[in-house]
Structure formats: structure tokens, C-alpha cells
């Protein structure tokens, strides 16, 4: 199995969030093809970043941007599962991604479970009313579909990554999972704009 090389395991982690043994296994299974390597890992259920992200995530950093000569500011928690990853190199590279990211993209909320329903719906309201002369399956399809834009806006992990559009923020989370072998979440932030009403910000 000398073909297995470590590139294609990372490739492979990459691609899945499972773990190293786990892509080494199955890409050994496959004989290195990493498409059906992945299919392995699926039909098994994936653990990789699944299993990680269940697990504990207590330490972590808190950290703060300034940005624009003091006009806005980010105040960000982000936590993991040990001291040893909070005090690495590439987290603390990862977290000051992450607070660069909040001043230039202002999201609201870090995820859509945390947007109170009374907005949802507002917006569910606003957006049908937009739609007219179409069937009603037709109008809840293009509600859906503008809700789902709308959760892009405002939910940090939905949003695209500033420093790469093809990943969204939870894909930029998942890889550091993958990178670090360590459970990553984003607990909270706070972004300030000088003269910014108080509100949802």
C-alpha cells in the first residue's frame, strides 16, 4: 500500500472531515482512488468532524479586531477542545481570519437557529407579498428560496469566506477541525461600528 501516500490522506480528510486513520483505511480499501475512498467513508456514516463536533469544546480564546483606524471593532469567542490547539499557531491564525471576516461581512447571528422566528417570518411575509400572479406552490418555493439567501446575509457560517468565496465559514471551520483534530465552534461575537444605532448589531 506504498501508494497511499500522506498528501492523499489530507486530500481525502479534506474533502470528508474524517479522521486520518479513518481516510488511511479507506483509501487503502479503494487502492488509493480517492472518489470511492470517499464513498466508503459516507456509506460508513462519515465520523470525521460528525464526531468531533459532539465532543466538549471549553477552552478557546476570546479575541478582538479593530479596524479602519478604530471605526468598527470585533470582540469574537471561539473555543476547542484543549489549551494545547488554543495556544497553536494556526487556531490563533484561524481566529483572527474569523474577526477580519465579522468587520468586513457585519453577520448578525453565528447561526440560523439563533435568528428569532418573529424575523423569519417578517421576512416570509415581505417576501411573498413581492411575489404576485403566482400559484401558491410557486410563491413557497420562491420564499424558500429568498429565506435561504436571507440566512446567507445574516449567519456568519453561512456566509462566504472573504478571503475565499468557494468556502463558506463553516466550511472554513470544518477544514480547521480537520487540520487540528480538535472540536472548533464559534461561540458568539460582538461587532461595533462607530455611530452605529444599538439594535440587532
Given amino acids: 500500500m506504498s501508494d497511499i501516500t500522506p498528501a492523499l490522506v489530507k486530500e481525502l480528510r479534506e474533502k470528508t472531515n474524517a479522521g486520518m486513520m479513518d481516510c488511511k483505511r479507506a483509501l487503502e480499501e479503494s487502492a488509493g482512488d480517492v472518489a470511492k475512498a470517499e464513498e466508503i467513508l459516507r456509506k460508513k456514516g462519515i465520523a470525521g468532524a460528525g464526531k468531533k463536533s459532539s465532543r466538549a469544546a471549553k477552552e478557546g480564546i476570546v ?3 479593530i479596524h479602519l483606524q478604530g471605526k ?3 470582540l469574537v469567542e471561539i473555543n476547542c477542545e484543549t489549551d494545547f490547539v488554543a495556544k497553536n499557531e494556526i487556531f490563533r ?10 468587520a468586513a461581512s457585519h453577520p448578525l447571528y453565528v447561526s440560523r ?3 428569532p422566528e418573529k424575523l423569519v417570518q417578517a421576512e416570509r411575509e415581505i417576501f411573498a407579498a413581492q411575489v404576485t400572479n403566482k400559484p401558491a406552490n410557486i410563491v413557497d418555493k420562491i420564499v424558500e428560496g429568498k429565506i435561504e439567501k436571507f440566512y ?3 449567519c456568519l457560517l453561512e456566509q462566504a469566506f472573504i478571503k475565499n468565496p468557494d468556502l463558506t465559514i463553516q466550511d472554513f471551520v470544518n477544514s480547521k477541525i480537520s487540520e487540528l ?9 460582538t461587532r461595533y461600528m462607530v455611530g452605529e444605532d444599538l439594535g440587532e448589531a
Fill in 113 to 115: 437557529n439563533l435568528v
Fill in 93 to 102: 491564525e484561524f481566529v483572527k481570519d474569523i474577526t477580519l471576516h465579522i
Fill in 63 to 65: 479575541a478582538s479586531y
Fill in 152 to 154: 446567507t446575509t445574516l
Fill in 72 to 74: 468598527v471593532g470585533v
Fill in 181 to 189: 483534530g480538535e472540536n472548533i465552534i464559534i461561540r458568539r461575537f
